[in-house]
């Protein structure tokens, strides 16, 4: 994030909306305000998110789309084919694993920098990813990862999340869940599903504006699969209940819930420890 709180994604946006590209005129655009004050981190201003949505809408409502499929082409001579590959670009560069396997799955990609605390992605970006490549909400990534098993994970916290961060982490993951339900169900090659990456936080997460937003988060995916409450994490070693109790933040109630929809998990789990 810079000085004015924006990633390079957002200045990318912000130098197309300024140059009057597939609009009727220029429009002008400034990260600060008049005063030369820092926008709050992760949050963006009512103009900034009109014009973002608008070129967005421009684009996914053109005839012919420029893909992302391939990086070593253009996507297309237009302006916006260029800005498309220059923001693909970006995302690539900052996936934690490039791998030349991974290197098309732009929503795996996506999906992994997204999150409930910045940087992360404007909503309208993820739309066109998700327009352009529905058929990678189905696709395992090298790790047998969907871009579901990347969205739900809430990774190192180094400040606190903006609201319109939350609110776009949690929306985005229950339009992952709609594309394709059974993605609840799909393991990953470590046996991981896509609950156990999402009772996943870091040691120094204490964010608790956050927690709602997970709980609801957790209470999707076992609404989708219920047998995952049952399901023992391949790597932790701990039903889901438990792993849940571990941490301080995750409510009673979702701590419970999870506990009440696995008597089988806890009737294991108590034979364990008499062993």
């Not at 560069?93 to 799955?105: E, K």
């Not at 470590?190 to 120094?204: E, K, M, N």
């Amino acid at each position: 994030i810079n000085a004015a709180g924006y990633t390079p994604i957002d200045l990318e946006w912000i130098r197309h909306i300024e140059s009057g590209e597939n609009f009727h005129s220029p429009r002008s655009f400034y990260p600060l305000d008049a005063r030369g004050v820092r926008c709050p981190a992760g949050s963006y201003g009512d103009s900034y998110n009109v014009l973002l949505r608008q070129a967005a809408d421009q684009f996914l409502a053109a005839d012919e789309i420029p893909s992302f499929a391939d990086t070593d082409r253009s996507c297309g001579d237009s302006a916006m084919g260029l800005l498309l590959q220059r923001i693909f670009l970006v995302i690539q560069a900052a996936f934690a694993c490039p791998t030349s396997a991974n290197r098309n799955l732009i929503l795996h990609q996506a999906s992994a920098l997204l999150g409930p605390h910045g940087p992360t992605i404007p909503r309208p970006i993820l739309d066109i990813v998700l327009t352009q490549h529905p058929e990678q909400v189905r696709q395992q990534d090298e790790f047998g990862r969907l871009p579901l098993h990347y969205a739900v994970q809430i990774r190192r916290v180094r400040e606190e999340a903006s609201t319109k961060s939350r609110q776009e982490w949690r929306l985005f993951i229950s339009t992952l869940i709609k594309k394709w339900p059974e993605a609840s169900q799909v393991k990953d090659w470590q046996g991981r599903l896509p609950l156990h990456y999402a009772l996943d936080y870091p040691d120094d997460f204490l964010d608790q504006q956050v927690e709602p937003l997970r709980n609801e988060v957790l209470h999707e995916l076992v609404e989708q699969f219920p047998g995952s409450v049952e399901a023992e994490d391949p790597v932790l070693r701990l039903y889901p209940f438990q792993r849940g109790a571990l941490n301080p933040l995750v409510s009673l109630d979702t701590v419970f819930s999870l506990l009440r929809r696995s008597p089988g998990a806890l009737a294991l789990s108590i034979a364990t420890l008499h062993r």
